[in-house]
């Protein structure tokens, strides 16, 4: 006799297996019955000063008008409006919601436009790291032309660093952009400007009052003020004896040491214009080494992740620069791109 073994055709469900958990949002439990358009009408009656001035401002009729704002109140279950013969004024009520109301409408318009933007390629947030010797008019111009072409939906956050702190910036995965002296090992920098830097002193610096061109040895006796990366780059500059350096922590502080005459420094030429204007620092007669130029790059942090909106300021600096060198306003003359 052939036995027959049977299998259940489902497992019973084990009472201790973990159960799915379902969070409620305001916006899951809450039926929203007021919309935006509403809204938009009832701020048209109290900014136009009635229904039928409102009326004219929307193109709708005044009985669309009295309708919406009537629907209004009954959903809110609140009177909004007084009405005191032609004229319609709030009521406490209608005052405490009308700020309000006004913030929501507002956001809706600005995530509208940034959804707009966003499909555009201009939204999300750009992360740009810039090395102090980049000419700050340049980098105003580029930010307010980049509003200008993402319509001010994408995002800017920027930095302003030291050379070595650029390089070690760029190691972060969320930088879009840096300006930098230096390019990392595994990055790729296109030139992007070229910036002069001048020997200066105060002008009663002992330096000033030797009527001769200063040399090597002549700078090793003076105290000679920096910013922690540039006294190993200032070295060809200078003097390769030892020589007492001061380390800044800014290029405002090293100006300003500068001007109290406690030494001498490489600085900037765009940086300090308005002070040699002034008369307040001089050039220091070094004969035929006047000035040195170091390259400012253009790198992409993430270039396999890079955005469209990095990609266009990127654009908007390269043109600007591009600008300098044709004769442009954008640059000084100390300050030309390298093709």
């Not at 700078?219 to 910013?227: D, E, F, P, S």
């Not at 214009?273 to 307040?280: A, F, P, Q, V």
């Amino acid at each position: 006799m052939t036995q027959l073994r049977t299998q259940p055709l489902s497992q019973p469900a084990r009472l201790d297996a973990p159960r799915a958990t379902f969070r409620s949002r305001p916006h899951d439990i809450h039926n929203i019955y007021v919309s935006l358009k509403q809204w938009r009408i009832f701020h048209a009656v109290i900014d136009c000063g009635g229904f039928a001035e409102a009326a004219k401002s929307l193109h709708l009729s005044q009985s669309t008008i009295s309708y919406t704002v009537s629907k209004l109140q009954e959903q809110l279950g609140t009177s909004l409006l007084r009405i005191e013969g032609r004229k319609a004024n709030l009521t406490p009520e209608g005052r405490a919601l009308l700020d309000r109301s006004r913030h929501v409408l507002k956001e809706a318009i600005e995530l509208e436009t940034f959804a707009k933007n966003l499909g555009q390629g201009y939204g999300g947030e750009v992360r740009l790291v810039v090395d102090h010797n980049f000419p700050p008019h340049l980098l105003m111009r580029a930010l307010s032309d980049f509003s200008k072409i993402g319509r001010a939906a994408s995002h800017v956050k920027l930095s302003e660093v030291d050379t070595l702190q650029a390089e070690d910036v760029l190691r972060d995965l969320n930088v879009d952009l840096a300006i930098s002296e230096r390019v990392p090992l595994g990055f790729l920098g296109e030139p992007l400007v070229e910036v002069e830097h001048l020997p200066v002193a105060h002008p009663d610096h002992p330096l000033l009052r030797l009527g001769r061109d200063v040399t090597a040895a002549d700078l090793a006796q003076h105290v000679h003020v920096g910013i922690g990366h540039a006294f190993e780059r200032d070295r060809g500059a200078g003097s390769s004896k030892p020589t007492r350096r001061w380390a800044m922590s800014s290029l405002d502080t090293v100006v300003q040491a500068v001007a109290e005459k406690l030494g001498y420094a490489w600085l900037p030429e765009h940086r300090i214009r308005h002070w040699l204007d002034e008369g307040m620092l001089v050039r220091l007669p070094l004969g035929d080494k006047r000035a040195y130029k170091t390259m400012l790059y253009l790198i992409h942090g993430r270039p396999w992740a890079s955005t469209a909106a990095a990609g266009r300021l990127a654009e908007v600096l390269r043109g600007l620069t591009a600008e300098g060198n044709a004769g442009g306003s954008g640059l000084s003359p100390t300050v030309n791109r390298v093709m």
